[in-house]
């Protein structure tokens, strides 16, 4: 076995032994190496106590190479890849997880956050190719009918403009998100918390082949590892700090994607919401969400999310407006007189200028352009509103839009 191989073993081997994201096995693997970690591991020489006696159990089940071997057989018969930071297609951004921190941690999983050993993957893209302009959506797995619109619309609208929508594959709106970007014909990655070989819901395995086609499955478990709870938040880190934003679509009180949005925060990446209505269940998470975390940002839809992950200056949103009127362009004195002008009949000038409190002269020039403009018309008795017909018609013309 050439010392590359026997790297690429100890790095399965020790994702065995420990779960991923553990910070004592990434401090010993930065310091040591991955096959001396393992060596040094299997000797008892963990400086954790809850390490050694995790390594000791997993130990009493089995050889941890022989394990990673049967492991990387597994794989290949399934037509998935490992890939480790040795590899060129490996994803810089994750390693900003060894300074991610989450503030008030009262569970192991959640100060476990350290980054990957190593990811499993089916498909042909290139995992660091596919992550380098991406965006996750995630959210409630028993959406509404408005949350799964949204995420079907972000999905589309993002991967219609050549970004990877990265999400985990579950039930509502994960499986929107996915199913957005697949109609849009663009890429797609979903991020597993168990063995590649028996994805997570089982409902959603004809859309795992369906992404695996085009895109990828990507996990940090081998082939066999089932979907254990605490693994769901193991894996939203990856999911966090692998994109360059995460778009929160629904989420409830007790939410797994506003966790993944609080990882996003911590990691330096940019966390969005989709608000929602507020006599909604699934609305309460993200909403507040919003009200506890000052740096999350408030989105709509693809142009507010591009304008957060996008190029500085490049991918600015535009400015909601309502429709644009005829009136919109007129000064303060043209305006009062339409305002003063009756709804039907004429007014003659003397009696229009007291009304909109102007003098007649001024009151005349800007009749003049008011007439001109085809939104009053003179009369023998004053002047009076143009018809609603003629009043289109003129509007029409200035947009250069044709009159239906």
């Known amino acids: 076995m050439s010392a590359e191989e026997e790297r690429r073993l100890a790095r399965v081997a020790l994702t065995w032994l420990a779960e991923p994201g553990t910070r004592a096995v990434h401090h010993l693997v930065e310091r040591h190496g991955p096959v001396a970690t393992l060596d040094l591991l299997l000797d008892g020489g963990s400086p954790d106590g809850w390490l050694h006696t995790t390594v000791a159990a997993r130990s009493a089940a089995g ?164 979907p254990l709870r605490p693994r769901f938040l193991i894996r939203n880190r990856v999911i966090a700090a692998g994109t360059r934003g995460t778009v929160v679509v629904e989420a409830s009180a007790r939410s797994g994607a506003t966790q993944t949005a609080r990882r996003a925060i911590h990691a330096n990446r940019v966390a969005m919401v989709v608000p929602g209505p507020v006599t909604s269940a699934m609305s309460v998470g993200a909403h507040e969400f919003l009200r506890e975390h000052p740096k999350a940002r408030l989105v709509t839809g693809v142009a507010h999310v591009l304008e957060e992950v996008g190029r500085i200056g490049a991918d600015l949103a535009p400015l909601a407006r309502g429709p644009q009127r005829a009136t919109d362009a007129l000064d303060d004195d043209a305006r009062s007189l339409l305002e003063a002008l009756p709804r039907r009949g004429a007014m003659g000038v003397d009696r229009l200028s007291s009304r909109a409190g102007l003098d007649v002269r001024t009151a005349l020039r800007k009749l003049s352009l008011l007439e001109e403009l085809s939104m009053v018309v003179r009369r023998d008795d004053g002047y009076a509103l143009a018809p609603p017909a003629k009043q289109k018609r003129a509007a029409a013309e200035t947009s250069g839009r044709p009159v239906t």
């Open 63 to 226: 050889d941890a190479r022989a394990v990673a071997a049967e492991s990387l057989e597994r794989a290949d018969r399934l037509g998935a890849r490992l890939v480790t930071p040795d590899d060129e297609e490996w994803p810089a951004q994750v390693a900003s997880l060894a300074a991610l921190r989450l503030p008030d941690v009262s569970r192991r999983v959640d100060g476990e956050t350290a980054p990957p050993l190593c990811f499993w993957v089916r498909g042909s893209w290139p995992l660091g190719e596919a992550l380098d302009r991406s965006v996750a959506v995630v959210g409630a797995r028993a959406a509404t009918g408005y949350g799964q619109h949204v995420a079907t619309e972000l999905g589309y609208g993002l991967a219609e403009r050549d970004w990877t929508v990265v999400s985990g594959g579950a039930f509502g709106i994960d499986a929107a998100a996915h199913r957005g970007a697949l109609t849009a014909g663009g890429l797609t990655v979903a991020v597993l918390a168990c063995g590649l070989d028996r994805p997570y819901p089982m409902g959603n395995a004809a859309l795992f082949d369906r992404i695996a086609e085009t895109g990828l499955l990507v996990s940090e478990w081998p082939p066999g590892a089932e």
